[in-house]
């Protein structure tokens, strides 16, 4: 099992910037990609950005460009930044890692984040 803390939510205005970060603990040897995933009122959850452990890094459409994913393998951590927010990434931001030998799924308990003025 894997147990996954973020921190770093809250209320900002648009065009400004929020860092997301996210510590897993317990079997973090077998952790293979990490990632964030955002779900909005209504809305489906939607992957915004993973990395695997070997640094590759992979996007949604909409965040390119102005969010980017890092990753501290000695620290077991997963950071988001996020730049020139828009109201429209007003989300629940859930922290991800997945299981390199089962693909099991595992969550955090996720993080709000509005943007609004």
């Known amino acids: 099992q894997v147990q996954l803390v973020e921190s770093g939510g809250g209320l900002v205005q648009p065009g400004g910037s929020l860092r997301l970060s996210c510590t897993a603990s317990g079997i973090i040897f077998r952790i293979g990609s990490m990632g964030w995933y955002r779900q909005a009122p209504g809305k489906e959850r939607e992957l915004v950005a993973t990395i695997t452990s070997g640094g590759v890094t992979n996007y949604a459409y909409s965040v390119k460009g102005r969010f980017t994913i890092s990753r501290d393998n000695a620290q077991n951590t997963v950071n988001l930044l996020m730049n020139s927010l828009k109201p429209e990434d007003t989300a629940i931001y859930y922290c991800?890692?997945?299981?390199?030998?089962?693909?099991?799924?595992?969550w955090g308990q996720g993080t709000q984040v509005t943007v609004s003025s």
């Open positions: 991800n890692s997945r299981d390199s030998y089962s693909n099991i799924d595992y």
